[in-house]
Nanobody
Framework: QVQLVESGGGLVQAGGSLRLSCAAS????????MGWFRQAPGKEREFVAA??????KYADSVKGRFTISRDNGKNTVYLQMNNLKPEDTAVYYC?????????????????WGQGTQVTVSS
């Protein structure tokens, strides 16, 4: 099973940028759909973005501001977050789903990182 470790969270002012990274173990990284999810206090975990080989999908709330990418040679997936807003404040989780489809539901993702905190101040 893939193991995931996120990094890159922090505190940023509204309008600023952050890039999250997620390093994966295992030799079959390219066969997984990689996703980013987030969970704010008192709220359910929600989908942010997903990336199969070349196809990506984004939540409406982040379209045009966030970009998901992956480097299969480095077993790493990234989330570039620009024009951050206070409502983006949450713990961000990287996740992996076996197979290649950006339409997978959340319960298809069977490997999760420990999460990284992103805080956007107004």
């Amino acid at each position: 099973q893939v193991q995931l470790v996120e990094s890159g969270g922090g505190l940023v002012q509204a309008g600023g940028s952050l890039r999250l990274s997620c390093a994966a173990s295992g030799r079959t990284f390219s066969r997984y759909t990689m996703g980013w999810f987030r969970q704010a206090p008192g709220k359910e975990r929600e989908f942010v973005a997903a990336l199969a080989t070349f196809t990506s999908k984004y939540a409406d709330s982040v379209k045009g501001r966030f970009t998901i990418s992956r480097d299969n040679g480095k077993n790493t997936v990234y989330l570039q977050m620009n024009n951050l807003k206070p409502e983006d404040t949450a713990v961000y989780y990287c996740a992996a789903a076996p197979g290649l489809s950006v339409a997978f539901p959340i319960d298809k993702y069977d490997a999760w990182g420990q999460g990284t905190q992103v805080t956007v101040s107004s």
